[in-house]
């Protein structure tokens, strides 16, 4: 069974960094498409940044320039390296892991708490 397993969250001051990773595990298949999603309180799961196998990235418009979302094939695992954080930005942030061939697949994983306050 596919997991997912995030680390790297936690209480960070506002213009502080931090480095979420998320590595899966439980097969042996690669993933076309990996990314990290968050959803704020009291609101729904909002797309914060993907990446594709070949290395094509994505981000939404508000972490643009500040976030930085990388992956390591071979070892199935992705990461976003979060600076200049701002209290908007707390959130549970979700790793999310598409397997793009037949058949596909869509995994998520646990979540990890990223909150930004002084």
């Known amino acids: 069974q596919v997991q997912l397993v995030e680390s790297g969250g936690g209480l960070v001051q506002p213009g502080g960094s931090l480095r979420l990773s998320c590595a899966a595990s439980?097969?042996?298949?690669?993933?076309?498409?990996m990314g990290w999603y968050r959803q704020p309180p009291g609101k729904e799961r909002e797309l914060v940044a993907t990446?594709?196998?070949?290395?094509?990235?994505t981000y939404a418009g508000s972490v643009q320039g500040r976030f930085t979302i990388s992956s390591n094939n071979a070892k199935n695992a992705v990461y976003l390296q979060m600076n200049s954080l701002k209290p908007e930005d707390t959130a549970v942030y979700y790793c999310?892991?598409?397997?793009?061939?037949?058949?596909?697949?869509?995994?998520w994983g646990q979540g990890t708490q990223v909150t930004v306050s002084s």
């Open positions: 999310n892991a598409k397997k793009t061939t037949i058949p596909r697949g869509d995994y």
């Open positions: 439980g097969t042996i298949f690669k993933f076309g498409i």
């Open positions: 990446i594709t196998d070949a290395g094509w990235t």
